[in-house]
């Protein structure tokens, strides 16, 4: 269902596309949340095969209940695309404010998909982090940043766990530079889940002083340069079955690093020089 081209429709009726299970997709009218409206929380309700809903890129004051509005939908690759910032520009989209709370019917969280400075990123919110990750093919997306909510009380708890799948996406990348300031600092416990991460890129973690436990999962194959560089409090790593390169300087001056333990021996042509250890 298309309403792309109808700017004269500036509300939506109460539980208007209602069980309706076959729907897959919806685009809201051009100027339905140029003001503020309010979608009503059973406008989805049956909708179980949607895939993605789609606001117009000017209008961001749209407000629905969240834990509610997508709690219906069992299509795990369901997306919202709309604006990065309101209609004035001075705050980020209401919509995107409120799918960062949303779940599906399988409890997974709903990702907001936006358009910034040219890259497409695909946000969901991950405890007290909000994860920002770039397709970089058909079936997988890379971690390009990684923040806190906005009103996150400092410090946290500090533990950081990497999902497998955001959306259609299977995550396969932490890159450099991904990670702000005040996350890596405030980052005590990494948990990266099995079959996700294929690689972490160089310097990602580097300089994460309070960093306490590492746990790369059963899929990461790659480590790269300077990754955990300088993380004075490191005391355990557990890396996975699957690692095959740990690249130059990945462990350096983790200075309390006791403990390092490789799931399985190396295969193949993979080496683990100790000077990469640290």
Avoid: H, W
């Avoid at 004051?61 to 299509?75: M, R």
């Amino acid at each position: 269902v298309s309403m792309a081209d109808c700017n004269n429709i500036t509300t939506i009726g109460d539980a208007v596309f209602s069980g309706r299970k076959l729907l897959e997709s919806v685009t809201m009218p051009g100027n339905y949340g140029s003001s503020a409206v309010t979608l009503d929380e059973n406008t989805f309700a049956g909708c179980s095969n949607l895939k993605e809903l789609v606001f117009n890129d000017f209008c961001g004051q749209v407000t629905y209940e969240s834990y509610k509005i997508f709690s219906d939908i069992t299509n795990d690759t369901f997306v919202v695309y709309g604006p990065a910032q309101n209609s004035s520009g001075n705050d980020i989209a209401q919509q995107r404010k409120d799918t960062r709370e949303s779940k599906n019917a399988n409890g997974n969280p709903v990702p907001y998909v936006y358009v910034e400075n040219g890259t497409t990123y695909y946000e969901v919110k991950n405890g007290d982090y909000l994860l920002g990750l770039m397709p970089d093919s058909e079936t997988t997306a890379v971690v390009k940043k990684c923040d806190f909510v906005e009103g996150t009380t400092l410090p946290t708890a500090g533990e950081l766990k990497i999902p497998s799948n955001v959306g259609p996406y299977k995550i396969t990348k932490l890159e450099e530079g991904c990670f702000s300031p005040t996350v890596k600092n405030d980052l005590q416990v990494i948990d990266i889940a099995d079959d996700s991460l294929l690689e972490i890129g160089d310097s990602v973690f580097e300089e994460c002083t309070n960093l306490k436990t590492l746990t790369t999962g059963n899929s990461v194959q790659s480590i790269g340069s300077n990754a955990f560089k300088g993380c004075t409090s490191l005391t355990k790593a557990t890396l996975g079955e699957n690692l095959t390169l740990l690249k130059d300087s990945a462990f350096e001056g983790c200075t309390s690093l006791t403990e390092i333990t490789f799931e399985q021996p190396a295969q193949g042509t993979a080496s683990f020089p100790l000077e990469n250890i640290g």
